[in-house]
């Protein structure tokens, strides 16, 4: 992923080009779909200096696959990151964004406004692994700090937080990862890097559910661990995986050896090697297919958000909405400055009844699909508290912005007067 020209390129021209050439063999001008796991040795030699890492080269399709490598270099691209390591979900993603940085023992710090899913790993099966996560409210940044311990090995938080609409003050958080010598990484499914480049505003990694607003279509799982390069592994001695000598490759450091790339290197060449969450080729094309019109529908999204959240807002069966797009929302500060494109497509509001009302109108939908997925073309809807949140207790629910009367909708790219009058419609169908 060396500097090519490519990288000059204004974004959206970045999101149809990067990572992606003509076919050298037949001119295919579309990336192809490698669906091919070995790839052919020289000779010994060369298999052998590609097993040590010593030359960059596809092996086997479980590490590196060239349709996968395309995306990685569009999404580093994007991100104006050094490096990116695709695999198979965004939860695979942050498995392997942390695989480098922990030891059995170790600990984190992560936003309690997060993805539910997101929540029940890090909490749950994480504990597993004897990772240890502890939960504080972002929006007082002063709560990381007073968390911190010498064991805490990173800061994770989401830029716009699912399914609440809530924006993280980045910059802040970045400030107090830098002071403890420990990367702040951020999950920016929710706004893209369209919307956020949240390494300009000081992330040092990135992960992405790419299953969302990238593949843009609800075809492709998928997810991407994304390095800034900028971050010093050996400034302290936190970081042994990557800056002390690595027994299965003759002792190799890797912070030494691969310098800005050390961390890509390791999630592939350890990370892939041994955790197995490879990305599909076939789902990597998907996604690269998506990426083309990123801009175009990002910004159609926020357009669509801001007129069914305005729309909300006047509506007498509506409690309150949570979009950080609107005046009225105290978020709306952030969102401006880290976001100022729009404040994504995914927010919630809440029905008047509680958790019945919320429930029919979610049933009510006819144009809106109701299911757990989100960043589609298509509109959706859900009631988190009897869905995606319901593995939480009432107190994590709450914390998390999915409180029983709490509906998310993730707004599509579909005709706002049609999107209006079906939530128009369920709201009455609710109410009698
Ligand atoms: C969906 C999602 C995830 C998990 O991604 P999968 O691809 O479903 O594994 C993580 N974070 C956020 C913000 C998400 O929306």
């Known amino acids: 992923m060396s500097e090519t020209p490519k990288d000059r390129y204004g974004f959206e021209t970045r999101m149809i080009h990067a990572g992606s050439q003509p076919e050298p063999v037949t001119g295919a001008r579309q990336t192809p779909i490698f669906q091919n796991i070995g790839y052919v ?63 059995p023992g170790d600990e984190f710090i992560a936003s309690n406004r997060l993805y539910g899913g997101s929540i029940t790993q890090f909490g749950k099966t994480f504990r597993k692994f004897d990772w240890r996560c502890s939960f504080v409210d972002v929006d007082e940044p002063e709560n990381v700090r007073r968390a911190l311990t010498p064991r805490t090995k990173a800061i994770f938080t989401e830029s716009i937080a699912n399914p609440g609409g809530v924006i993280s003050d980045l910059e802040a958080l970045s400030a107090i990862a830098r002071e403890a010598g420990i990367p702040l990484i951020v999950d920016n499914t929710m706004a893209t890097p369209y919307l956020c480049p949240a390494f300009q505003w000081g992330a040092d990694l990135i992960v992405h559910s790419t299953t969302k607003f990238l593949s843009g279509n609800g075809t492709s799982q998928g997810g991407c661990v994304i390095d800034s390069g900028t971050f010093d592994w050996a400034q302290n001695d936190k970081f042994p995986a990557l800056a002390a000598p690595e027994e299965a490759y003759h002792g190799l450091v890797f912070a030494e050896t691969f310098g800005d790339m050390a961390y890509t290197t390791h999630s592939h060449a350890v990370g892939l090697r041994d955790l197995g969450s490879t990305m599909a080729p076939m789902n990597a094309f998907q996604t690269l297919l998506g990426i ?43 969102a401006a400055k880290y976001m100022p494109k729009g404040a994504g497509s995914v927010f919630t509001f809440g029905v008047k009844g509680g958790y019945e009302a919320g429930i029919k109108v979610v049933e009510s939908c006819d144009l809106l699909s109701h299911l757990a997925n989100l960043g589609d073309a298509r509109s959706l809807v859900l009631h988190p508290a009897s869905t995606t949140h319901r593995q939480l207790t009432d107190e994590q629910r709450i914390a998390a912005g999915a409180g029983p009367d709490v509906i998310r909708l993730s707004i599509g790219l579909e005709t706002l007067d049609d999107i209006t009058a079906d939530l128009e419609q369920a709201l009455k169908r609710a109410a009698s």
């Open 41 to 103: 040795f020289y000779d010994t030699d060369h298999a052998a200096s590609l097993f040590n890492l010593q030359t960059f080269g596809f092996i086997y399709s479980r590490l590196t696959n060239p349709t996968v490598a395309a995306l990685e270099e569009r999404l580093a691209s994007l991100e104006g990151g050094r490096g990116a390591t695709c695999c198979a979900s965004g939860h695979a993603a942050q498995i392997l964004a942390f695989f480098p940085l922990m030891e």
């Open 292 to 334: 083309e019109t990123l801009s175009l529908r990002m910004a159609r999204h926020c357009d669509n958000a801001l007129g069914v959240a305005s729309f909300l807002e006047q509506h007498e069966q509506v409690a309150w909405v949570s979009y950080a797009g609107l005046e009225s929302s105290p978020y709306r500060a952030l």
